[in-house]
C-alpha cells in the first residue's frame, strides 16, 4: 500500500487519482502508523514551507518521516515536499527543514529575462544519472512545474535532473538511496508524469552504484 | 526552456460546453470531460472550465463534472464561475481541479483573494478580468475598466490598478480576457495584454480572440503573454492543437511538442 502523507499543505486528490489512473490504491493520511507501515510513502504538498513545517510538528510527524527514510522504504518527494527534505529555506526569512538531505532552498530572482515568479507551466527536465524512475522517460520531457523556491542540494551526487528558469539551473529531479523527490508535479504531468509514478511504484528503493 | 502553455476554455451552461459572442447566442458543443479528453489527448497543456450561469443563477460549480474531469486527465485545469467563498473554493480543489478562477466575487469581496491565497497557496487563485476600452483617461489612467458579471457590468475599477491590487493580495495568476475581442476571432487584444504583463510580476495569460495560429503568436512574442485561452478556433474544428503548436514552434515560439 501507497501512503499519501496529508500534512493539511494543499491538495493531495490530484496525487491520489495519478495512482488511480495506474490502478493503485493510495491512502492519504497522516497516522503515523500507517506512514510506517506502508510499502511507499509520497510526500506531497504545495503552499508555504513555514506553515508546513509546524503542521509537520504538530501532527508529530518528523519521527516516522525520518524512520521510514531510514528503514529503506521507496519515498518519493513532490514540490513542496521535496523542499521540506532539505536542511533548511530562505522562505519566511529563513526556516529550517527536515534535513534528511544536506542542502538548502532559494528563491528564483525576478526580472531575470523577464521570468515571472512563480514558474508556473511545462519545462524540460534534463536527465544527469541514471536512476529506476527514469525509465522509459526521455531525456528532456517536459514536466509541470508551480514554483517560486528551488531546492540546491550541497551534494551534486544527489542531482539526478536538472531544469533551467529565471537564469538558474536548479535540481528538478534529487535522490539519495531509496529517497527520490521531484520539484515539478509527475502526477499533473500527462503521460510521462504517470510514467514516472509507476515507475516509483515498481521501485524497490535501491539504485545501483554509478558514478 | 519553460514553454507557453495553451489552454483550452470550456464555458459550461447545465453541464454542456457552450460558446457564443460575447455570452450571447450560445450554442451546444459537446459534453465537457468528453471534450477534456480529448483536447488532453491532443496535447492542451492546462485547461479551464467556466460555468457561465454560476454566479448569475447563485448556485456552485458542478463537482460531479469537476469529479470526472480529474479522474481522466492528468493535467492541470481550473475551474471558475460562481465562486464567492473558501467553501466554494475548497469543493473544487478536493474534486481534483488545480485553480480556481475569481472574477466577480473577487471585485465584490478582494479579500476572497487574500483569504484564498493564505488557505490554499497563491499557485491556486488565479484572477480572472474583463476590462472594457474606454476614452475616460482621467478615471481610467490605463485605457480599460474592469467589467463583471459576464461583461454586463462595469465597476469603475481601473484594470491596471485592480490587478496590481490583486498581485498584491496574493493571486498566483492572472486571466486578461478582452471584452472588445472576446468570440470574435480577429486576435488578441496585444496592447492590453503587454500592458498588465510587463506591469506585474506573475503569469499572464491571454484570453478572447483567438481566430488563427498566428494570433498566439503575436500574443506571446507582442504581448508578452506567458499563456493563452483558445476556445472557438478549436471547438470549430477548423484548427487542432498539434497544428497550433507546430506553428508556434515554426516562429521559435517554446511549446510542448511531445504528450
Not at chain 2, 491565497?117 to 474606454?134: K, M, N, W, Y
Not at chain 2, 496590481?164 to 478582452?178: D, P, Q, T, W
Request: hydrophobic share 40%; net charge negative.
Amino acid at each position: 500500500m501507497i501512503a499519501i502523507i496529508d500534512y493539511g499543505a494543499g491538495n493531495l486528490t490530484s496525487v491520489r487519482l495519478g495512482f488511480e489512473r495506474l490502478g493503485i490504491i493510495a491512502l492519504i493520511t497522516s497516522d503515523r502508523f500507517a506512514i510506517l507501515d506502508a510499502e511507499r510513502v509520497v510526500f506531497p504538498g504545495v503552499g508555504a514551507i513555514g506553515s508546513a513545517m509546524k503542521r509537520i510538528m504538530g501532527l508529530q510527524l518528523i519521527e516516522p518521516l525520518r524512520d521510514v527514510v531510514a528503514r529503506g522504504t521507496p519515498f518519493l518527494g513532490i514540490c513542496l515536499g521535496t523542499q521540506i527534505i532539505f536542511e533548511r529555506s530562505d522562505e519566511d526569512g529563513g526556516i529550517e527543514g527536515l534535513g534528511l538531505l544536506p542542502g538548502a532552498v532559494k528563491l528564483f530572482r525576478r526580472g531575470e529575462g523577464g521570468a515571472k515568479i512563480p514558474q508556473i507551466g511545462w519545462n524540460d527536465v534534463k536527465l544527469k544519472r541514471e536512476h529506476p524512475v527514469f525509465k522509459g522517460i526521455k531525456d528532456g520531457s517536459e514536466f509541470y512545474f508551480v514554483h517560486s523556491y528551488y531546492p540546491v542540494p550541497a551534494d551534486k551526487q544527489h542531482v539526478l535532473a536538472e531544469t533551467e528558469y529565471a537564469g538558474e539551473k536548479f535540481a528538478s529531479v534529487i535522490g539519495k538511496d531509496n529517497l527520490v523527490a521531484t520539484q515539478f508535479h509527475p502526477e499533473r504531468s500527462g503521460k510521462v508524469g504517470l510514467k514516472l509514478l509507476e515507475n516509483f511504484c515498481r521501485w524497490d528503493g535501491k539504485v545501483q552504484a554509478t558514478c | 526552456m519553460l514553454t507557453k502553455r495553451i489552454i483550452p476554455c470550456l464555458d459550461i451552461r447545465d453541464r454542456k460546453v457552450t460558446k457564443g459572442v460575447r455570452f450571447r447566442d450560445n450554442v451546444v458543443l459537446g459534453d465537457p470531460v468528453e471534450m477534456a479528453i480529448r483536447y488532453y489527448e491532443d496535447g492542451c497543456d492546462e485547461l479551464v472550465f467556466y460555468d457561465i450561469t454560476a454566479s448569475a443563477e447563485h448556485r456552485s460549480i458542478d463537482i460531479d463534472m469537476v469529479r470526472e474531469t480529474a479522474r481522466s486527465v492528468s493535467i492541470p485545469f481550473a475551474v471558475g464561475g460562481g465562486i464567492s467563498s473558501i467553501e466554494d473554493m475548497s469543493r473544487v480543489l478536493l474534486a481534483g481541479a488545480e485553480k480556481i478562477s475569481v472574477n466577480t466575487f473577487a471585485v465584490e469581496n478582494p479579500q476572497l483573494i487574500a483569504e484564498g491565497a493564505r488557505e490554499f497557496g497563491s499557485q491556486c487563485i488565479v484572477l480572472g478580468i474583463d476590462p472594457v476600452r474606454t476614452e475616460d483617461s482621467l478615471k481610467f489612467p490605463s485605457g480599460y475598466e474592469i467589467t463583471v458579471r459576464g461583461f454586463r457590468q462595469r465597476t469603475g475599477l481601473d484594470a491596471l490598478e485592480w490587478v496590481k491590487r490583486a498581485e498584491g493580495l496574493g493571486c498566483g495568476e492572472i486571466v486578461v480576457n478582452s471584452v472588445d475581442t472576446d468570440g470574435a476571432r480577429e486576435g488578441y487584444e496585444i496592447q492590453l495584454t503587454r500592458m498588465i504583463s510587463k506591469n506585474v510580476g506573475i503569469p499572464v495569460v491571454a484570453s478572447g480572440g483567438a481566430g488563427k495560429p498566428v494570433d498566439l503568436v503575436k500574443v506571446f512574442v507582442e504581448g508578452y503573454a506567458d499563456a493563452a485561452i483558445i476556445a472557438g478556433i478549436l471547438h470549430a474544428g477548423k484548427y487542432g492543437i498539434p497544428e497550433i503548436k507546430s506553428e508556434l514552434a515554426r516562429f521559435g515560439i517554446p511549446v510542448r511538442l511531445n504528450w
